[in-house]
């Protein structure tokens, strides 16, 4: 686990334990805090969750064999997230003695899994279709700017034209720039390279440096 992950993990676990905490200190001196405890952490979970959980990925370094890891913890922090929050505001609200035959609450957990879905929808795909592989010439484009107040930004462009004559564009910014480009470099001067990336959260996971394709029958 690389260093800015750590520190997403860390800030997101200090938000969190210092809500909680906050929310049990006024319990434990009998102020009302207007909701159930659970109904307290659920709220800090989607607000971490649709503010730092993009980070998971953005920051982690996933392999052929771990690419699914981060992809699975972000689809639980946010799509997760938002169907606790969804049932604790209902069990919070007591609807169970208006009762699930009416629409409204339905509604109310259709509308918090379509944003949690929304907000996890790149990840969800990658994790549906898996790792994506294909064989061609692999070109990328890297530009560092220089923001306004200091420090160098990095962005990427990366093309990659298969041997049936398909060519994809893959734009990536940051930590992802960055390590598409270390990853690439093993392989330069190669005519052809396997790459198997994340295709929905433009990650890449390997690059193997292949063999010119054998030139087709006459």
Not at 8 to 33: E, H
Not at 100 to 114: N, S, T
Not at 157 to 164: A, F, R
Not at 178 to 185: A, F, M, S
Request: net charge positive; glycine share 8%.
């Amino acid at each position: 686990m690389n260093l800015p992950l750590i520190l997403v993990w860390i800030i997101t676990l200090a938000v969190f334990l210092i809500v909680v905490g906050v929310g049990v200190s006024y319990r434990a001196k009998g102020t009302p805090i207007g909701m159930a405890l659970a109904t307290f952490a659920a709220i800090t979970i989607v607000a971490t969750g649709f503010t730092v959980g993009f980070l998971v990925t953005h920051f982690s370094s996933p392999t052929p064999e771990t690419w699914w890891w981060a992809l699975a913890v972000r689809v639980a922090w946010q799509l997760g997230g938002a169907l606790f929050f969804a049932i604790t505001i209902l069990s919070d609200a007591q609807l169970g003695s208006i009762g699930f035959r009416k629409a409204g609450p339905w509604i109310f957990v259709l509308a918090c899994a379509a944003v949690g879905t929304l907000a996890s929808l790149n990840p969800l795909r990658d994790l549906a279709n898996g790792p994506f592989v294909t064989r061609g010439v692999a070109e990328i484009e890297v530009d560092r700017s220089t923001r306004i107040r200091g420090g160098a930004r990095i962005w990427a462009q990366m093309y990659i034209t298969t041997v049936e004559g398909e060519r994809y564009t893959f734009s990536m910014v940051g930590w992802a720039a960055e390590k598409t480009e270390e990853i690439l470099k093993k392989c330069e001067g190669t005519n052809e390279v396997e790459v198997t990336m994340l295709r929905y959260t433009k990650r890449v996971l390997d690059a193997r440096c292949q063999p010119p394709s054998p030139a087709p029958e006459a």
